[in-house]
């Protein structure tokens, strides 16, 4: 697999080549046959950069530990028990009724090349609330979670940024 320079078309040639595959399979018709579309559109998008007076390790912990997690079992419960994947997701809220799906350590990755650093994101929200978003239009998947990345840069300090829909 050949790594290069990431381009912003790549995850939509990505996307329409997968669907031509699946159509194929399908026995639908095939690219050649019948051409793929993809749309684009501009969202206004506010980035809300915000100085922590803690160090990193003192900030992630703490926020770790007031925010509750996404059950990683809860999967069957959502296909199967709906009701009981309700209750159990209400019981995982922690503080502000959010509840944290993933971290990704971005700073550990950078250690593959020798840029070790701190740097988390973190995937934030409420899944009751963003079901409550995506049934009145199922895009709002984009926006929910939320993603917060909380960075320790050496001239400006903690900090804590996130971006969400204007």
Not at 50 to 76: C, M
């Amino acid at each position: 697999m050949k790594r290069g320079t990431w381009r912003p078309g790549a995850i939509t040639g990505l996307l329409l080549a997968c669907g031509s595959f699946t159509a194929a399979a399908d026995g639908g018709s095939t690219q050649s046959e019948k051409s793929l579309a993809s749309a684009n559109s501009t969202a206004q998008v506010l980035h809300r950069s915000v100085r922590i007076d803690a160090s990193f390790e003192r900030f992630t912990s703490a926020l770790q530990k007031i925010l509750g997690h996404f059950p990683a079992d809860i999967q069957q419960d959502i296909i199967e028990r709906p009701q009981l994947a309700v209750e159990r997701l209400k019981a995982a809220e922690g503080a502000q009724g959010l509840i944290i799906f993933a971290v990704f350590d971005h700073g550990a990755a950078l250690n593959m090349v020798g840029a070790r650093t701190n740097a988390k994101q973190y995937l934030i929200g409420n899944p009751l609330t963003a079901i409550q978003m995506s049934q009145h239009d199922i895009r709002a998947a984009l926006y929910a979670p939320l993603r917060v990345c909380s960075v320790s840069l050496p001239i400006l300090g903690c900090r804590e940024e996130h971006r969400h829909r204007g």
